[in-house]
């Protein structure tokens, strides 16, 4: 059974002009680096810096005669502060592309650095959709967890301290120039990481599996990166849940298996061309303030959500659900719709179990005190929130809360 919901609607990708995807596939990256850049900067995080993967790349790139400067102060969450000290050291030296290699704040830095150094302005003049002016420097991702899909999407997520939240910069010219997706560099990633980022990637597939479809005129187009559920994001999203529903409990079984590691890595791939242009829902909306509330993973907080809008969306997609019962072996193809969706759903939460999600809010820290804020918060992510198939509003957010924070998997709105 294939839903045809999505299929007479606008199909779209954005996507880096070189996708190179494999295990030790990195060899090539100092062949790609010399076909772009004299003097490549590379912005990584500490633990990065120290690996001895990273030192061979530097070297084997600077052997090509690339110049290469290093930034490895990026820290997690972005904070603004990164964008504006790596434009201060390096605007001025003649930079031509950057390498972004490391977690999603990494790659989101480089994304964000190239068009502040192209256009010479403050990251603040560009916190929103569709306002950075042109193209930036080229850049080129290389991702060290399998999860954000930051090494493909064109949103960089700067933590504004003195704004206290998080804010996005979405623009079509953020795209990487090239992504070069090697699951041999995530054999290192510490096992804590490796679930939340997991988690994050099997949330991004769901929630844009089950996006609202829109109709999108060429003025939407023209403002908006979103389009929801879209015929070609499906391709990647059945891919990415095929791959993560036998792969996840290999990894966390035996986080060497390089097997595992690609398929998981494959899937968060595909998760982020499907984000990239359908754009996440619910779950992101409403992770954003709890995130900033108690200090803990977005993959996590993403992933202990999940039951709950997926039991609030199943009125509206009970189709798509099913299909995702159908896709991952757990429903009987014989089975009404609705039983086939509810095995669906209860996949999902089974692969959350598996890489060790809370499925419940209290976990997280949340309180009731802080469930009127969350909502409130939540309804100005707009972006999101008109992604998400079943219309929210602040008393359905709270009573999101309130079933999460209650660990009601009895809870069936059908
Ligand atoms: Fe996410």
Redesign the pocket.
Known sequence: MTSLSAIGSLGILRQPKTVLFGPGERRHLPHLVAGIARHLLVVTDARMADASEFKEIVSAIEERGVRVSVFAEAEPDLPRENVVTVADRFGSVGVDAILGIGGGSCMDLAKVVAVVLAHGTDVRDYYGEFLVPGPGIPVITVPTTAG?GAEVTCISVVFDREKGMKVGVASPYLEAHTAVIDPELTVSCPPALTAATAA?AL??LVETYTDKVKEVTPDYLDAHLYVGKNPLTDIFCRNGLTLLNTSLERVVADPSDIEARSATMLAAYNAGMA?NTAG?AAA?AIQSPIGALTHTS??FG?GALLPYVMRYNLPTRVTEFAEIGLLLGAADPSEAPLDQARAGILRIESLLRTVGCPLDLRTLGLEPTDFSYVADQAMLATRLTANNPRELTKGSIVSILERGYAADLGWWEL
Do not use: A, R
Request: charge should be negative; aromatic fraction near 0%; hydrophobic fraction near 20%.
């Open positions: 954000t994050d949330t991004h984000i996440t992101h977005h993959g993403v």
